[in-house]
């Protein structure tokens, strides 16, 4: 079991940054990958981006998030993060980490075991 708590979510102008957190307990973090997804009211949970187990040597990134968001792990804090950079009024949503056991960082929400509650990011134009 792992319970996952993000956090770093709220209103920033356009063209500004935020830093998700996304801090895990319970089972060693290390042999889960771990993925952001993120949700606007009425719409289907998208993917944003993915790092896989252990290393965190490979991610991977939506096409309208690449060159703007970074994800990145820090297992020894059990934690990962999202860096949101050049955020637009489009990116607005809920923002949701995940965790795959062993996984490779899968771009599909089915895949993942574990999600956290949400946290609000609202870019204003």
């Known amino acids: 079991q792992v319970h996952l708590v993000e956090s770093g979510g709220g209103l920033v102008q356009a063209g500004g940054s935020l830093r998700l957190s996304c801090a895990a307990s319970g089972r060693d973090f290390r042999t889960y990958a771990m993925g952001w997804f993120r949700q606007v009211p009425g719409k289907e949970r998208e993917f944003v981006a993915a790092?896989?187990?252990?290393?965190?040597?490979?991610?991977s990134y939506a096409d309208s998030v690449k060159g703007r968001f970074t994800i990145s792990r820090d297992n020894a804090k059990s934690t990962v993060y999202l860096q949101m950079n050049s955020l637009k009024p489009e990116d607005t949503a809920i923002y949701y980490c995940a965790a795959d056991l062993l996984g490779a960082g899968s771009l599909v929400g089915a895949d993942y075991d574990y999600w956290g509650q949400g946290t609000q990011v609202t870019v204003s134009s």
């Open positions: 790092i896989n187990w252990s290393s965190g040597s490979r991610v």
